[in-house]
């Protein structure tokens, strides 16, 4: 595996926030492989060294990945200075330092993975990764097929051009137009800045799908623990360097 800071091993460990395992380290409660590690930066490999604190061995970190589908007016973030709910509450208490990868914004609803393992983390959010996320747009008025085709060749916002790689119309009327949505680049909140370019509204917009994950049987605010199967899929999707998610 590869070497972490050692304070994001401690607290991905449960043994304090970053803050704290940093003055712990600063202070010399911490052995590396025997000896003292009392200055940072700090790198340490949390499956292959033995790590001690304050006389205590770091107990091996259980990985933990869960499915969550995000209600509205909930953050992705693990710290909220205006204290609104967090996604990683929704999964109750557990043991280790959880985190969203990636990020719904809090008007935005649906599928988002929950982990404590960082390396997964960081390479399924890494631009060049290109993982397909499917989302459903629901959309003031009828959107005319013309705005369609723009989203798939690409709409300019200030960041440059982004587009979708593909759309479908699932429902079109004078009162309300249903999108679904595929992304392989961008944030989600693109699709609302790529309609409002094309003069429409976005009314919601909930995540179903990344990679081959669904949100299918989870209601608002569930969660489950991925199945050995989703495991297998995430771990050989970030294990080639293959992009066709």
Known sequence: MARERLQKIMATAGIDSRRKCEELILEGAVRVNGHVVDELPAFADPEEDHIVISGKPLKQTQRLYYLLNKPKKVICTNYDPQGRQKAIDLIGPVKSRVFCVGRLEADSSGLI?????????????????????????RVKGKVDPKAVE?????????????SAKDVKVIKSDVTESILEITLVTGPNRSIARMLAKLGYKVKSLSRTQIGKLTSKGLSSGQWRKMTDGELDYIKKLTSTSSKKH
């Open 113 to 137: 993975i929950i982990t404590n393992d960082s390396e997964l983390t960081n390479k399924l959010t890494h631009p060049s990764f290109g993982l397909e996320k499917k989302y459903i747009a």
């Open 150 to 162: 723009e989203l798939k060749k690409g709409v300019w916002l200030s960041e440059g051009r982004t």
